[in-house]
Each structure stands twice: as structure tokens, then as C-alpha cells.
């Protein structure tokens, strides 16, 4: 279960990246996948993922925040 858990975070993170461009709220998006991805990464034991992973949602937030107060 947990490698389809990561799998599937994993896949999100990709789409919206993917999508980031269409709108603010697909970076929205893609912290939150982040934020999926480094619980995968500390339950499955791998606790650089896991930070990585979260520096990466907290900066995918500000990029949010930012966009959001742009327009």
C-alpha cells in the first residue's frame, strides 16, 4: 500500500507541475503533492526524500502566494 500511496503522490506531483502554467492554483496543487510525497518519503524510511520534499512544498506555497497577490 505504501508504494501505491507514493506512487500515486509521485504521479500528481507531475501532472501539476505539468499544469502550473493554466493557473495559480495547480502550484496549489503541487505543494500539497508535494507535502504527499514527503510523508511517503519518511514512512518509507527515506528521510532526505522527505525533507526535500518539503523545502520543495514551501517553495511551491511562496511561488503560490505570490501569484496570487500578482493578479
Known amino acids: 500500500m505504501l508504494t501505491i500511496y507514493g506512487a500515486t503522490v509521485v504521479t500528481l ?3 501539476f ?3 502550473e502554467s493554466r493557473s495559480p492554483w495547480f502550484t496549489l496543487a ?4 508535494c507535502l504527499g ?6 514512512l518509507a524510511g527515506t528521510w532526505p526524500f522527505g525533507v526535500v520534499e518539503t ?12 501569484l496570487r497577490h500578482r493578479s
Do not use: D, E, N, Q
Open 30 to 33: 503541487f505543494a500539497a503533492s
Open 37 to 42: 510525497s514527503a510523508s511517503y518519503g519518511f
Open 17 to 19: 507541475y505539468a499544469l
Open 55 to 66: 523545502v520543495w512544498s514551501l517553495i511551491a506555497c511562496r511561488k503560490w502566494y505570490i
Open 13 to 15: 506531483m507531475m501532472v
